[in-house]
């Protein structure tokens, strides 16, 4: 199994520029996170999706939207990127497990808006 | 609001030794607690979980401590390796979709 694959892994936009940001995840899991990670922090939660069909905004979405395609696929996209988008982002997923909510994260694409 | 946050940026530990990494957050209503190791380059990697009915959980060399009197949680690493060193990360979560992380601790093993 690959786990959770992401392309790109690198990407350089200029400003007002808009691009997708793939996700795809082999282990049937029904949630699905995408995540920036800006130097020096933690992981932000952008938008998750807990089943199929489901989206929902989490604590950064502004500029940002995204689609699961299916069980698979959770692309994310930017519309207008802004230099402030410049981040590393990841995507996750998780099985559905009360309680528990272990996430497996894909490798990361670096995004810089010049 | 919420937070989670680590006490400590850094950690310096010796080869052999054991570490021990802070984690505070101030959401009471947390029930789930989870760390994460991340290497350069690469997407964070599961360590060890614990729920709010348990205190301590133990796994392959890491032991994750629980304290929900003053909210606190702390992993602590056995033995520590040069492959240990990485930013490790706290995270909680008080719904069964969300997980909020903490700012992370960047730890360096000296040989």
């Known amino acids: 199994n690959a786990g959770v694959t992401q392309t790109p892994k690198f990407q350089v936009l200029k400003t007002g520029q808009s691009m997708t940001l793939q996700c795809a995840q082999d282990?049937?899991?029904?949630?699905m996170y995408w995540y920036r990670q800006d130097p020096g922090m933690g992981l932000r939660l952008i938008y998750y999706?807990?089943?199929?069909?489901?989206?929902d905004k989490g604590e950064v979405p502004n500029g940002y939207n995204v689609s699961r395609l299916n069980k698979r696929e959770f692309s994310l996209r930017l519309e207008s990127a802004a230099p402030s988008q410049t981040s590393v982002y990841f995507c996750?997923?998780?099985?559905?497990?009360?309680?528990?909510?272990?996430?497996?994260f894909g490798p990361g694409t670096r995004l810089t808006v010049l | 609001g919420e937070s989670v946050g680590l006490h400590l940026p850094t950690l310096s530990v010796q080869e052999g030794d054991n570490s021990i990494i802070n984690c505070a957050y101030s959401?009471?209503?947390?029930?789930?607690f989870i760390w994460y190791k991340q290497e350069s380059g690469k997407g964070p990697q599961f360590i060890i979980d614990?729920?709010?009915?348990?205190d301590k959980r133990q796994g392959q060399r890491v032991t994750v401590l629980l304290n929900k009197t003053v909210k606190h949680l702390s992993l602590q690493i056995a033995a520590t390796q040069p492959g240990d060193s990485a930013v490790y990360f706290c995270?909680?979560?008080?719904?069964?979709?969300?997980?909020?992380f903490g700012a992370g601790t960047t730890v360096t093993v000296r040989a």
């Open positions: 282990m049937n899991h029904n949630s």
């Open positions: 959401n009471s209503a947390s029930d789930y």
């Open positions: 614990i729920r709010s009915n348990m």
């Open positions: 995270a909680e979560s008080s719904n069964d979709y969300k997980l909020s």
């Open positions: 996750a997923s998780s099985e559905e497990e009360t309680g528990y909510n272990e996430q497996f």
């Open positions: 999706s807990a089943s199929e069909g489901t989206t």
